[in-house]
């Protein structure tokens, strides 16, 4: 089991089962969405994601059709991300986790968008567009 929560703690959450590896997205919606070079996601079925608390005070907004982004309404932190299309997964984000967290970054995605003052790393794939499969 996981567990982690959002900057101020309203937020409070916990993952069942081990996690998939952290994808790192470098499109320009996740850059400003993070305020940061990139995003650090990690894939979830919605069943193995449980809310221990905070469920009033979650947010979201849709900077895209058929994608929800949910965040903490009081604190801002990003949560994550869903598509209505496929309502079974989410994608968490990665530094809500408490340690320790065996996961490790599996790979960038949407490279054609980088920050071009952030290069990504250059010891993990790379995918100029959508995330492999």
Not at 1 to 9: N, R, Y
Not at 19 to 39: D, E, M, N, V, Y
Not at 61 to 71: C, D, I, L, M, Q
């Amino acid at each position: 089991m996981h567990t982690g929560s959002c900057l101020c703690g309203a937020v409070r959450f916990e993952v069942a089962g081990e996690l998939a590896g952290i994808q790192l997205c470098c499109c320009g919606q996740c850059r400003k969405a993070q305020g940061s070079a990139f995003g650090a996601n990690i894939p979830v079925a919605s069943a193995d994601f449980r809310l221990l608390s905070g469920e009033g005070e979650l947010r979201e907004y849709r900077a895209s059709p058929g994608k929800r982004r949910v965040f903490c309404g009081r604190c801002g932190s990003p949560v994550f991300s869903q598509r209505d299309e496929t309502p079974e997964a989410i994608r968490l984000r990665a530094g809500l986790l408490d340690s320790p967290v065996d996961a490790r970054p599996a790979f960038w995605f949407h490279t054609d968008s980088q920050a071009d003052w952030w290069p990504p790393a250059p010891d993990l794939p790379r995918h100029p567009r959508e995330a492999p499969g």
